[in-house]
């Protein structure tokens, strides 16, 4: 069963402007991890952000976690045309070792 | 320094046959997981390798089996394939003992059941 839920499901914007997607999960976790895949390929590991942080930043990546309300959300400032791909939240909690996943967010970057 | 690899990158099987996928972690990674990928939805958790023995298990029936060898490297077995079992299998590899650490993926096996 699939613990996260992205929203919105797809999102088309222009090139250069930003991108922000939300993921909310039900239970208690250790950190939250967003991933991004190309085309049904692989997954590349973005960012990890635990459960004592609130904010993480990566290059053009910012990352929020409010564990009251369950819930982040990715931002991705001044969009490229190379961001188009699909973005999918997992968490882990400490009571065992696999990541569940949400559906994922599609993204689309228009030139 | 390589990184996660599977092979074969795809495969077409029949209702009924049995298939291994494999992989090879990524340098110095002790710990590899299993995912199912349908269309459109997010990875399903299959089962994690470590120290050569099954440490969890997502909710996937005994079909699904798996291996690691000394090397860390893996095989997924899923015998009497199902038309349900299309899909992407993508491997992951990790560090310390996998638990909440980051993942690193293969590019993944495309399985369609005919």
């Known amino acids: 069963s699939q613990q996260g839920e992205e929203d919105p499901q797809a999102l088309s914007i222009q090139e250069g402007e930003n991108a922000t997607m939300n993921c909310s999960y039900k239970t208690s976790i250790n950190n939250l991890q967003w991933y991004r895949q190309n085309s049904g390929r692989g997954l590349v590991h973005l960012i990890l952000?635990?459960?004592n942080e609130r904010e993480k930043h990566s290059g053009r990546l910012r990352v929020t976690l409010d564990t009251s309300k369950k819930s982040s959300s990715l931002l991705i400032t001044a969009s490229r045309a190379a961001d188009t791909a699909s973005y999918f939240c997992a968490t882990s909690a400490d009571s065992n070792y696999q990541l569940i996943w949400g559906a994922g967010t599609k993204l689309i970057i228009k030139p | 320094d390589a990184g996660v690899t599977q092979s074969p990158t795809h495969l077409i099987k029949t209702r009924g046959q049995q298939v291994t996928l494999r992989c090879s972690p990524k340098?110095?990674?002790?710990?590899v997981s299993w995912y199912q990928q349908a269309l459109g939805q997010g990875p399903q958790f299959i089962f994690q390798?470590?120290?050569?023995?099954?440490?969890q298990r997502g909710n996937f029936p005994d079909r699904f089996s798996g291996h690691q060898f000394p090397n860390y490297s893996s095989e997924l077995n899923v015998n009497a394939l199902l038309l349900g079992d299309s899909a992407l299998y993508l491997c992951a590899s990790s560090l310390v003992q996998g638990r909440g650490y980051e993942q690193y993926f293969g590019p993944g096996t495309r399985l369609t059941v005919t």
């Open positions: 390798y470590y120290e050569e023995e099954e440490r």
């Open positions: 340098s110095g990674h002790d710990t």
């Open positions: 952000i635990r459960s």
